[in-house]
């Protein structure tokens, strides 16, 4: 009972940091859009908006949960503090973030003219790519160095790695698959946006051990991280490969996008989110 208040005190200051960050998130997107936001989202029901939306605003609290348990509600206010620094972190990379995934996935298009068009197929990706980088800014917050210096470099430095990986899983895929994947999102596939969306997220599960933990020099620290970018990219185009060659043996992955089979594509997500999660699991005991 005595830990009740202390407690208490320390849940209310999380929640009103993270629903700081989030609603400050939410209002500068909406401030950085020509259009009106609430018009698209809850008048014209854009459901391929909202995924981006709503994909950014998760990546947002699942990359804080890694500073969540260092709340020392002891030093109340030292670590409100941290609290609030590490959150603008998190926000400021976010909203790198949002304006390099538009680069990435069509540098010779618009995207938000494909959101605004309620193209589900990019806003299932892009909703990917922001849980993706999310979850690989949690790892980069984990851990400290053997001084400040290293801790806030290695915490920078893991994430330009962490978002380049991201870019790079999206340009693999791309350049592996035996169909030209940009013209099926510009079309809307859906089936083809939910495979893309899933490896994304999967690899960065994996990859999250990579950039998680204390860092004491920067030859492992590189070393650990390409090594498990490397077992999440074999992994995932292993699981890929058995999926379609045992698990789907009706229709291959290409055929169930041809036809917009979604159930088919969503099962492949599945199985690959699950060996990801597992690997990821397995390595973290390492």
Known sequence: MSSFFPDLVRALVIVA???FYIGLLWRVLDWITPFDDWDELFVKGNVAYLAQRVGLLVAQPIAMLAVIGQFDVGNLWPSARTLLIEGAWVFTALLLAYFFVDWVLFPKVANRELLLADNRAVGVVEAGFYIGIGLLLN?????DGNSWVMTVSSTVVFYVLGLAFVMGVYWLHEAVTSYDLRARLRDGNLA???????????????TRVGVAGDIDGWVEAFGWFFLTAATAVVLLYLVRWIGNRLLTRRHTIAEAQEAGS???????????LVAATIVAATLSAI
């Not at 979604?262 to 690959?272: E, K, M, S, Y």
């Open 17 to 19: 940091v993270l629903l």
């Open 139 to 143: 790892g980069s917050l984990t851990g």
């Open 192 to 206: 083809a946006g939910i495979e893309l969306a899933a490896v994304l997220v999967s690899a960065s599960v994996v």
């Open 262 to 272: 979604t159930t088919v594509a969503a099962f492949q997500a599945t199985t690959l």
